[in-house]
């Protein structure tokens, strides 16, 4: 009996021991060596624009210059992209003719040198946007109908975004129609560097009250993007455009123009209110030098998870409107909405 508790005994301060070395072990790190022979482990989080992201537990976000590291392993694999050749035309219009694998190490004496890394684990494809309806109906000594219904979607990848941008407005009173226009636009922005862009855009606008048909918009510019985060976003771009106008009461004109546009959204309450500014800028130069101005502003307020209730102005300004017409457009709109995120 004795015997037996001494082995059992044995037994217990054996997996004591076995369970201290392997709590005393550190844990597993991606490692990161420099040309002047230091050495950095972390959590390799991505590389881009020739930075490296580590995250560490004594120093937290740390980036490095790519030039300066000599080689680099991942205790799970990391998504490297390298020159290549693809036949996936969406992935090479994100990517460019580049191929992206999966590896734990590159540097001297791999078979990967870093030379040829462009970028490491770049984000997937992610969708952002909200989409909105709104109205009223009123009867008796005055009887009022109005709806309206917007769509803004943004898709991201790597130097590319796409914003897709959908409007509908609709007013009657005293069943006389106070408005009635719709708009559509598509913009792609390619980021020549962190902030820089290269805009290309489209544009479809319609309004029965303002005798306009069709107005198709084209042009391109520059941009810049002072803040992307999670609670602020601010661009900016210019550039020119080709216009080209079909009026129902009057001729129909061809124009260059220049062209600029803003986009403020930010977060007063992270998740729960945001407020919002949006413009675009028109000066048609063959159109009589009019000036035509498109904004929207407002407040959105989440009630409920991705549910928002939604208070927003609209403004619209033509300079040289069609004859007999207001140069002046505005509306109130309340509604819900849904936001992806």
Do not use: C
Not at 116 to 128: Q, Y
Not at 198 to 206: D, R
Not at 292 to 317: C, H, M, P, S, W
Request: aromatic content about 10%; charged content about 20%.
């Amino acid at each position: 009996m004795h015997h037996h508790h001494v082995f059992s005994l044995l037994l217990w301060q054996r997996a004591f021991l076995l369970l201290s070395l392997w709590l005393a072990t550190p844990a597993a790190a991606d490692e990161v060596y420099l040309l002047n022979g230091d050495r950095l482990t972390g959590t390799i989080v991505k590389m881009e624009e020739n930075l490296l992201t580590i995250q560490t537990d004594y120093g937290g976000e740390i980036k490095v210059d790519w030039k300066k590291i000599q080689r680099l392993t991942a205790t799970s694999p990391i998504k490297i992209l390298v020159p290549g050749e693809s036949r996936d035309v969406l992935r090479d219009f994100v990517y460019g003719t580049q191929g992206q694998r999966e590896v734990t190490e590159a540097g001297q004496d791999t078979p990967t040198p870093l030379s040829d890394i462009t970028a490491i684990n770049l984000e997937p494809f992610r969708v952002a946007g909200t989409v909105s309806v709104g109205g009223n109906n009123t009867s008796g000594n005055s009887s009022t109908k109005a709806f309206n219904s917007a769509a803004r979607l943004t898709l991201y990848a790597h130097r590319q975004r796409l914003l897709v941008e959908g409007k509908y407005n609709y007013g009657q009173a005293n069943d006389q129609v106070t408005a009635r226009n719709s708009l559509a636009s598509v913009k792609h922005n390619y980021f020549i560097s962190k902030q820089v862009f290269i805009e290309t855009f489209g544009m479809l606008e319609k309004d029965t009250l303002q005798a306009l048909q069709l107005r198709s918009t084209i042009g391109s510019g520059l941009g810049y993007q002072f803040y992307e985060t999670p609670t602020t976003t601010l661009s900016l771009s210019a550039g020119i455009a080709h216009v080209n106008e079909h009026f129902t009461n009057s001729p129909n004109t061809q124009t260059p123009s220049g062209r600029w546009s803003l986009r403020w959204e930010h977060s007063l309450w992270p998740d729960r209110v945001k407020v919002f500014h949006r413009h675009e800028g028109f000066w048609d130069i063959n159109a009589g030098n009019a000036f035509r101005f498109n904004a929207d502003q407002g407040l959105r307020i989440t009630v409920y998870k991705n549910l928002f209730f939604n208070v927003e102005y609209d403004l619209r300004l033509n300079t040289q409107p069609a004859p007999g017409r207001k140069k002046t457009d505005e509306a109130m709109i309340f509604g819900v909405g849904y936001e992806f995120r």
